[in-house]
């Protein structure tokens, strides 16, 4: 319940920030009551910035980090935020051929329009919506230190000097008898045992450098249980330091990685609808001359339907225009695939090179990957997202090992990471790595530079057959 609030807060939060973004850069054009470009400019347009805008403000830590840190910390991070989604913005307007509907005064103007309005709700507004949620018992901080170093009892007085309302010590857990004994609430062996009981939602890793083994253990425990989950600042060694945060002006290294990530899926999905949408109008004419092509070179349906592994292992009806032949037996391809998966070699591809099976206008379709154009309806229906894993088909998830069936925790995509760094050309275990490291590291931003890489790719034909 705590999480699921949580991110209603932070979906309004977000909301605040989308309609200041979007009315500071449109009021230029309204007070000039300059309306001559055609829509698809304003789609476009507004489509790079909220991209860009919100790229910085997740990378900033918007919407788990500013209500945690002082407000000098809140005013230059939007100031440096705000001038960085400006300067971007201002160098594509410049260099994009007038495929943005900004000029460069309209863009100063919406500068200061923007970085006033934010401000505002970040000094004054942020903070009643959040003082509210407190009141109401939500998101709540109920901390736990754990370990018993010399620093436990300073984080504890520092705990204990924190906004009541919202940061609450549970006690601590692994300490020994000495100077706090009346917080220690358990040992280390009871770790799970003792967050369901005492409800902890956030745990602060005290232990020493040479017990790295229980660390790392304590790390996946709380991940598990979707705790956050902070070390303080003497482990820079075992953990990049770029990850350094503050909670609420303490030194400490945040190694929650799910953190507030309902909020960034909510917008893939969002964008994933915008994009779908955009692509079924522009290519509809393109996709109903490739329907006429298809009926006309071969007899059959237009549309190939076939049944595939979604998240979780899934199953939905997976769309794509028909490239073979209607009659064609399709236990060739699952015996191909049995043995690409199996045998790893290295001179093998994902998909069957001069398959006999494909028509001529198939082939052509499968070069420039157009048989996949109706994929963008299993997008729109929440089958399947923009950027994910190649959807999996049942016969050869059933030879998976444990470790491939990683890929099956996300959507599948149209285009994702292995497309872009290698499409067929890559044994299967290398494929489903690239697939691991995609899941592991996703965000808004890397979704966007793969949708970039792919049309390279596509164009160039890379890995197509």
Known sequence: MINKISFSKRFILFCLDWLILNISFLLPNIFKSNFSFPFGYYFFSFFILNTIAFSIFFYESFYSRLENIPNSEIVYTV??????????????????????????????????????????????????????????????????????????????????SLDKNKFILQGVIGGKKGGYDEHIIGALENFDKIINEYNINTGIITLDRNEEENILKLITKCRNNNISVYLISDFFDIVDNRNTKSLSGLPIINLTSDSGKNIYLAIKRISDILISLFCIIMLSPLMIL?????????????????????????????????????????????????KFILEQNDDSVY??????????????????????????????????????????????????????????????????????????????????????????NWSLLLDFIILLKTIPVVIGKEGAY
């Open 79 to 160: 100031l440096k935020s705000t001038f960085i989604i400006t300067l971007i913005i201002d160098f594509i307007a410049t260099f994009n051929f007038h495929l943005l509907i900004f000029n460069k005064i309209d863009i100063i103007y919406s500068f200061f329009i923007f970085t006033a309005l934010i401000l505002f709700e970040k000094l004054y507004v942020a903070p009643l919506i959040i003082a509210f949620y407190l009141r109401k018992g939500i998101d709540i901080c109920r901390i736990a230190i754990v370990g018993n170093t010399k620093k436990t009892r300073y984080i504890i007085d520092y705990i204990k």
């Open 290 to 338: 490739i329907s006429y092509l298809i009926k006309l070179n071969s007899k059959g349906p237009v549309i190939f339907k076939q049944e595939r592994m979604g998240k979780d292992g899934k199953p939905f009806v997976m769309y794509k225009f028909r490239s073979m032949f209607s009659d064609s037996i399709h236990i060739t391809h699952k015996q191909y695939i049995e």
């Open 351 to 440: 998909k069957i090179n001069g398959d006999p099976r494909i028509t001529k206008i198939g082939r052509i379709l499968r070069e420039t990957s157009l048989d996949e154009l109706p994929q963008l309806f299993n997008v729109l229906k929440g089958n399947m997202s923009i950027i994910g894993p190649r959807p999996a088909i049942g016969y050869e998830v059933s030879i998976y090992k444990d470790w491939h069936k990683k890929r099956l925790r996300v959507k599948p995509g149209i285009t994702g990471f292995w497309q872009i760094n290698g499409r067929s050309k890559v044994k299967f275990d290398d494929m489903v790595i690239l697939d691991i490291y995609y899941i592991e």
